[in-house]
């Protein structure tokens, strides 16, 4: 069974850092396309980052110079590398990976349990 672990998540002033990631099991799938949200408390999950398999990047106009999307493929993990963050930040924030064993064509969503980030005094 494919897994992924999410984690990074914290209480953090603002304008400080943290580090999301997201770790895939199974080392025989590749992670192709990653897909970041966030959903506030009480609110729908919104759109954050994305980064597609050949490399290109997107960002909500709300993080875009602060947020940055990545992927380790050697260890089979993506992160979501947030800086200068905000109150208006604060949420559960979510990972959607899609991954892909080509010699077995099989090709998986995922998505991590979430991890809570909490930007207060």
């Known amino acids: 069974q494919v897994q992924v672990v999410e984690s990074g998540g914290g209480l953090v002033q603002p304008g400080g850092s943290l580090r999301l990631s997201c770790a895939v099991s199974?080392?025989?799938?590749?992670?192709?396309?990653i897909n970041w949200y966030r959903q506030p408390h009480g609110k729908q999950r919104e759109f954050v980052a994305r980064?597609?398999?050949?490399?290109?990047?997107n960002y909500t106009d709300s993080v875009k110079g602060r947020f940055t999307i990545s992927k380790d493929n050697a260890e089979n993990t993506v992160y979501l590398q947030m800086d200068s963050l905000k109150p208006e930040d604060t949420a559960v924030y979510f990972c959607?990976?899609?991954?892909?064993?080509?010699?077995?064509?099989?090709?998986?969503?995922?998505w991590g349990q979430g991890t809570l980030v909490t930007v207060s005094s």
């Open positions: 959607k990976l899609n991954v892909g064993n080509i010699h077995m064509r099989r090709y998986l969503e995922l």
């Open positions: 199974d080392t025989s799938f590749s992670i192709n396309a």
């Open positions: 980064i597609t398999g050949s490399g290109i990047t």
